[in-house]
């Protein structure tokens, strides 16, 4: 019999990031793949995808933790116990098709150059398709894609900047942060104007943000130990009020009991499909069967109304 402690470790060994997951597999065009991917993705660096089997998971998101108390000699102790809200998250198809000229491939010298360049253009359109669903995407509204953070997040773990927002503080920053808890956020995800006020604030205040390198040799900026992430597609012109340029900063933490991707077992994947029939051609398919799930509301806050 496998304890539950055991089985929450065997869990936790199958949720993998996307580049962890790479170096697991030998096909050296898919590991391209996923490096172009992920490189272009403070994400998909980050963010584990726990494998599924189906086609979708249902599971009990933690709304509150439960109580403890002190009790004399004697006393009855009451009963209480966390509150949960059965959820259920679907995988979606995700991906493209990458088709190769024939003529090109007959007459360039090297046929796998040709196919990681085609290939490295798709992966970006995938991965900025993926970057987008995860902060905007609205299953309500197209049933092909899956809900992202910004429908996840509770209305409870939101602070707003104002009525008709507000230009950003080091306060309402620390605010949000304090929402996500036990321990801090992993990551603070922003759009570039917000960075950039960021960093004003901390030139303001007399220091300079944190940075280092990533795997990829990108440099990272970190606000109090947290990497910052830029997101292409937070807009900078969302309605806060009688505001029409406002943004939202979202603070989460990733994992199997927090914010997790979600993956069939094939992972993301390349298929060569073969020859066209409509044109001279060879075609390839990138493929992703991919979801995602938050299993604890506390993983998640968002600061809505960021003005300039």
């Given at each position: 019999?496998?304890?539950?402690?055991t089985?929450h470790?065997?869990?936790?060994f199958?949720?993998l990031?996307?580049?962890e997951?790479a170096?697991?597999s030998?096909?050296?065009l898919?590991?391209?793949?996923?490096?172009?991917?992920?490189e272009?993705?403070?994400?998909?660096?980050?963010?584990?995808?726990?494998?599924?089997t189906?086609?979708?998971l249902?599971?009990?998101?933690?709304?509150?933790?439960p109580?403890a108390?002190?009790y004399?000699?004697?006393?009855d102790?009451?009963?209480?116990?966390p509150?949960?809200?059965?959820q259920?998250?679907?995988l979606?198809?995700?991906?493209?098709d990458?088709?190769?000229?024939?003529?090109?491939?007959?007459?360039?010298s090297?046929?796998?150059d040709?196919?990681a360049?085609?290939?490295?253009?798709k992966?970006?359109?995938?991965?900025a398709l993926f970057d987008?669903?995860?902060?905007?995407?609205?299953?309500t509204?197209?049933?092909?894609?899956f809900?992202?953070?910004?429908?996840?997040?509770?209305n409870?773990?939101a602070v707003s900047?104002?009525a008709?927002?507000?230009?950003?503080?080091?306060?309402?920053l620390?605010?949000l942060?304090d929402?996500?808890?036990?321990g801090k956020?992993q990551m603070?995800?922003?759009?570039r104007?917000?960075?950039?006020k960021l960093?004003e604030l901390?030139?303001?205040a007399g220091?300079?943000?944190?940075?280092?390198r990533?795997?990829f040799g990108g440099?990272?900026?970190?606000y109090?130990g947290?990497?910052?992430g830029?997101n292409?597609y937070i807009?900078?012109a969302?309605?806060a009020?009688?505001?029409?340029?406002?943004s939202?900063?979202y603070?989460?933490?990733?994992g199997?009991g927090a914010l997790a991707?979600?993956?069939?077992?094939?992972g993301?994947?390349?298929?060569?499909?073969?020859?066209?029939e409509?044109?001279?051609?060879?075609?390839?398919?990138v493929k992703?069967?991919?979801?995602l799930a938050?299993?604890n509301?506390?993983?998640?806050?968002?600061l809505?109304?960021?003005r300039p």
């Amino acid at each position: 019999m496998v304890s539950a402690k055991t089985r929450h470790l065997e869990v936790h060994f199958m949720a993998l990031t996307l580049t962890e997951a790479a170096k697991l597999s030998n096909d050296t065009l898919l590991a391209g793949v996923i490096e172009t991917m992920a490189e272009e993705s403070p994400i998909l660096q980050r963010l584990p995808f726990i494998e599924i089997t189906g086609n979708g998971l249902t599971y009990n998101r933690e709304d509150s933790a439960p109580d403890a108390g002190f009790y004399g000699v004697g006393d009855d102790w009451d009963k209480d116990t966390p509150t949960f809200t059965q959820q259920t998250a679907s995988l979606k198809i995700l991906g493209g098709d990458a088709d190769i000229d024939n003529f090109l491939k007959e007459t360039r010298s090297n046929v796998q150059d040709l196919e990681a360049a085609v290939l490295q253009l798709k992966a970006r359109a995938v991965q900025a398709l993926f970057d987008k669903t995860f902060v905007t995407g609205d299953a309500t509204t197209d049933s092909d894609s899956f809900d992202g953070v910004d429908r996840l997040c509770a209305n409870d773990q939101a602070v707003s900047m104002g009525a008709n927002g507000g230009t950003l503080t080091l306060a309402r920053l620390d605010e949000l942060i304090d929402k996500v808890r036990p321990g801090k956020p992993q990551m603070l995800l922003m759009s570039r104007r917000s960075r950039r006020k960021l960093n004003e604030l901390a030139r303001a205040a007399g220091t300079f943000l944190e940075a280092a390198r990533d795997q990829f040799g990108g440099m990272v900026q970190y606000y109090d130990g947290i990497p910052i992430g830029i997101n292409d597609y937070i807009s900078d012109a969302q309605t806060a009020g009688t505001s029409r340029d406002a943004s939202t900063v979202y603070a989460m933490q990733f994992g199997e009991g927090a914010l997790a991707g979600l993956s069939a077992p094939s992972g993301l994947s390349v298929d060569r499909v073969g020859a066209l029939e409509s044109k001279d051609a060879t075609r390839l398919r990138v493929k992703w069967y991919a979801g995602l799930a938050l299993f604890n509301t506390l993983a998640l806050a968002k600061l809505t109304g960021v003005r300039p």
